[in-house]
């Protein structure tokens, strides 16, 4: 960790199986909030899309492998219907 980095939220980009379908092709991100116990409280219904996708002065974050689910997440921010 930065030195003065706080970790009361962390940024979690994500790919799954609706990106390109349902969801912005490069991915969706979480903020996870920090919990009382110190714990994150990972919530898909938070996902929501990347700046980029409104603004293109903005760079996407692209998700690293890891962080790519090999499942559709139903939750969250998804595009209008015929996007």
Not at 27 to 50: C, I, K, V
């Amino acid at each position: 960790m930065e030195e003065g980095q706080s970790l009361d939220r962390l940024f979690v980009p994500f790919g799954d199986l609706t990106n390109g379908l349902e969801t912005y092709h490069a991915g969706r991100n979480l903020e996870l909030p920090r919990t009382a116990t110190g714990a994150y409280d990972l919530d898909f219904n938070r996902a929501s899309h990347p700046y980029c996708l409104y603004n293109e002065a903005y760079d996407c974050p692209i998700p690293p492998k890891e962080n790519r689910l090999d499942v559709p997440i139903r939750a969250g921010e998804r595009l209008p219907v015929g996007k």
